[in-house]
């Protein structure tokens, strides 16, 4: 059953290039779980045609299946170098074993991501503090868990 799913999907996504998968899950009972991503997000209708391409080339008469296809949500972490070049430019909250960072994405390579953002500290003479720009590299290998940040203006 998995390797026809993963068959019906591949197909599905290569006509749909700028969508992504996050992940695949069959339980034992044949529940089909589907997670997309995609370049410019996810559309209902995306996950329709994803579904449609998988469930009309499956035979309920010889196996029983049920399937559920959705975009992945935006509380859910990133977990692929695709998902963190879509969201350059967006405030991301990043968990490493040491700390936690909160900053805007400006940079995405093959190994690590950059952060900037802005921290109160004291003076390096003097009383009071100063705004200074903090900027940090870190490679995937070091993040735990990263989420986008939502605003609301």
């Not at 950059?114 to 705004?131: F, M, N, S």
């Amino acid at each position: 059953m998995r390797k026809k799913v993963e068959e019906l999907l591949n197909q599905a996504l290569a006509e749909m290039p700028s969508l992504f998968l996050i992940d695949l899950s069959i339980s034992e009972a044949n529940q089909i779980r589907v997670v997309l991503d995609g370049d410019q997000g996810v559309s209902v209708q995306d996950c329709i045609d994803v579904s449609r391409a998988i469930e009309h080339n499956l035979d309920r008469e010889e196996q029983d299946f049920s399937l559920e296809v959705h975009s992945a949500g935006v509380s859910e972490p990133l977990s692929l170098v695709r998902q963190y070049k879509k969201n350059i430019g967006r405030n991301l909250q990043v968990k490493t074993a040491e700390e936690t960072i909160e900053g805007e994405l400006v940079a995405v390579t093959d190994d690590s991501v950059t952060l900037k953002w802005k921290a109160r500290e004291p003076k390096p003479v003097g009383k009071g503090k100063v705004t200074v720009q903090k900027e940090a590299v870190l490679p995937y290998n070091d993040i735990v868990e990263a989420k986008v940040m939502i605003k609301f203006n």
